[in-house]
């Protein structure tokens, strides 16, 4: 079990973020953080509040599956109000921020695999899950929850061994939450600054993509597709040609890439 501390304090000590992180929010074991700072938003918390967890009970993943947080990982929620035209852009944003801070705290070669996962070597190290309350052209508030695989045995999670991975079990050694945490944090806060001042995330993200050029298998709600995934359009759905020739536009999907 990792030794390192988190706590409000330790993650926020001369963080120097401007709106990401100035409040963090710790709790050593939750449901879901994604809940919580969604409750946390609908009482006005100030934007770029976090919610921390120690361990989720109730972890969430899309579409009601279960996202496994047991002690050891990271699980964390940043509330924010953007424009509704930011939306889109904010899972790149913070798949970006997770991929740099893993290159920041290991020599690990994360990619990130459309529309929500960062993937270690094939496997998921990595998921968001983004939950909003629009209305209108309003956004009531956007939650941005990130769960890392940081310091997880898969050996004691059989069911996730074929397809997950953490950072200890890549690296062999424990990793420091602390480290990592903060420095998600600070990446965070740089590109929704970026993404403020009108720098899209969008050309690093599509770049970063592993899913380009790759024969797909694309499930959306009860429809399955299957092709070459050709490239993503800048509001992040997944162009998709198919066997016909097709070019296919895809929202939001669970993809299996293709040997
Ligand atoms: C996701 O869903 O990948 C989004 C996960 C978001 C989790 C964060 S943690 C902080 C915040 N609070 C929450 O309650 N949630 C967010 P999806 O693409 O649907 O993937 C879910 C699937 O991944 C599950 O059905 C499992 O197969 C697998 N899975 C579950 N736990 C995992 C883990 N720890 N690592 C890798 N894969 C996992």
Not at 110 to 118: M, S, T
């Amino acid at each position: 079990m990792s030794k390192d501390i988190l706590s409000a304090a330790s993650v926020t000590k001369n963080l120097g973020v401007r709106l990401i992180g100035r409040r963090v929010i710790y709790y050593p074991s939750v449901t879901s953080t994604n809940e919580l700072a969604k409750q946390e938003a609908r009482k006005g918390a100030v934007e770029g509040t976090v919610v921390i967890a120690g361990e989720q009970t109730v972890g969430k993943g899309r579409l009601s599956r279960n996202w496994l947080t047991p002690k050891g990982n990271i699980a964390l929620s940043i509330i924010l109000y953007p424009d509704l035209t930011h939306l889109h852009f904010l899972i790149m944003v913070a798949s970006l921020a997770v991929v740099h801070s893993i290159e920041a705290v290991s020599n690990l070669k994360p990619e990130i695999k459309w529309p929500n996962d960062v993937l270690i070597n094939g496997r998921k190290v990595c998921g968001i899950l983004i939950e909003s309350d629009v209305q209108g052209n309003r956004v009531n508030y956007a939650v941005i929850g990130i769960g890392i695989n940081a310091n997880l045995r898969l050996a004691d999670f059989p069911e996730l061994q074929p397809i997950a991975t953490s950072l200890s079990d890549e690296l062999g050694r424990e990793v420091s939450r602390l480290n990592l945490v903060r420095r998600l944090l600070v990446e965070m806060d740089r590109l929704y600054s970026d993404l403020q001042a009108g720098k899209s995330p969008y050309d690093e993200w599509r770049d970063r993509l592993v899913t380009l050029g790759k024969r797909v298998r694309v499930k959306a709600g009860e429809t399955v597709y299957e092709g070459i995934a050709e490239s993503v359009a800048e509001d992040g759905s997944l162009m998709l040609r198919d066997a016909k020739s097709s070019l296919i536009k895809i929202l939001a999907g669970d993809v299996t890439l293709r040997e």
